[in-house]
């Protein structure tokens, strides 16, 4: 597992994405809403972030997208849009500024490098 730091950690006002790609990103907004880019499509919902650590239990839920169709995106959209689903717990390695998103089983679902922060 990675390592983390134990300081308080808040998701908001942070965006991410997974390493590899510069078109996905999801981004932490204030008051538990969620919005990015899959790849072809917007989405948004929300998130609580049950934690006020570096790990921690992480909701996220309503997610919703516009529907465009983007042949060479949509494989690689649903798959993240399905991680980003699954997800029940993450880590927060602060000096590496990455983000794991964990399932219920454990599982890594997705790894993400911090790109922005307001």
């Known amino acids: ?3 983390t730091n ?14 590899g790609s510069s078109e996905q990103f999801v981004g932490f907004k204030a008051e538990g809403r969620l919005a990015g880019h899959g790849g072809c499509n917007r989405f ?25 169709f983007c042949q060479d995106h949509m494989e690689a959209e649903r798959s993240f849009l399905k991680a980003l689903e699954k997800t029940v717990r993450y880590k927060v390695n602060v000096n590496s500024r990455t983000l794991f998103l964990y399932d219920d089983k454990g599982e890594l679902l997705l790894k993400l490098r911090q790109s922005d922060w307001d």
């Open 1 to 3: 597992m990675p390592q």
């Open 6 to 19: 134990a300081a308080y950690f808040s998701l908001a006002g942070s965006e991410w994405q997974p390493e």
């Open 44 to 68: 948004f919902g929300s998130y609580r972030q049950a934690s006020s650590l570096a790990e921690g239990k992480l909701a996220l839920g309503g997610l919703g997208s516009t529907k465009k």
